[in-house]
């Protein structure tokens, strides 16, 4: 019977130069994701009340789904760093 080594890497924050850089630039495409975010809601929601008034039921559909879309997307970069750390946390609890 041949007996495996037991692997045991846990994340550091000192493995590698440049880390806080690369956080930064991170936080800089959340940043830039809300944003864009927030441009798709504006962009759909004038979509959907062109649609509505107009009696055009595909662009109105159109802008509901970029709304809803554009918000899901919201929430999912706002909670990307909540995601990340539950599911590494989850990761780390399998033995």
């Known amino acids: ?3 495996l080594p037991t692997v045991d890497v846990t994340p550091n924050t000192n493995g590698l130069p440049g880390l806080a ?3 930064k630039v991170v ?3 959340l940043t830039f994701g809300l944003v864009a975010a927030v441009a798709a809601v ?3 929601a ?3 009340a062109v649609g509505s008034h107009s009696s055009n039921p595909h662009i109105a559909g159109r802008g509901k789904t970029g709304v809803i879309i554009a918000s899901a997307s919201a929430m999912l970069i706002g909670a990307a760093n909540t995601l990340v750390t539950f599911f590494s ?3 780390a609890a399998i033995r």
């Open 27 to 29: 936080g800089a495409l």
């Open 42 to 44: 504006v962009i759909s």
């Open 46 to 48: 004038i979509a959907w």
């Open 21 to 23: 850089a690369l956080e």
């Open 89 to 91: 946390n989850a990761g």
């Open 1 to 3: 019977m041949r007996l």
